[in-house]
């Protein structure tokens, strides 16, 4: 099994940054991908960012040049800067990586518990 837990969630005035870090553990043969997702409340968890192996990245419309996602593939971690926070950004911010546990295992969807993000204007 595989454990991801996040940190550096906070409030921050807009205008602000903040950068959250993931960090596993447990059984990792190779990760196919790395993101961070948020949910705010009443609304459906959305893809913010993500980095797949060999470094291409994707974000969403709404944080392309102020987010910024990043992998360290020694230590298995995956990092957000967010600058130029808004009031919008507010939502729990959730690690996700897809990662295949052994060597002839397939690839599964792991989850970290998630971190609040409050903006306030």
């Known amino acids: 099994q595989v454990e991801l837990v996040e940190s550096g969630g906070g409030l921050v005035q807009a205008g602000g940054s903040l950068t959250l870090s993931c960090a596993t553990s447990g059984s990792i043969f190779s990760i196919d991908s790395m993101a961070w997702y948020r949910q705010a409340p009443g609304k459906e968890r959305e893809l913010v960012a993500q980095?797949?192996?060999?470094?291409?990245?994707n974000y969403a419309d709404s944080v392309k040049g102020r987010f910024t996602i990043s992998r360290n593939t020694v230590k298995n971690t995956v990092s957000l800067q967010m600058n130029s926070l808004k009031p919008e950004d507010t939502a729990v911010y959730y690690c996700?990586?897809?990662?295949?546990?052994?060597?002839?295992?397939?690839?599964?969807?792991?989850w970290g518990q998630g971190t609040q993000v409050t903006v306030s204007p």
């Open positions: 996700n990586a897809v990662i295949q546990n052994w060597y002839y295992s397939p690839s599964y969807d792991y």
């Open positions: 980095i797949i192996s060999g470094g291409t990245t």
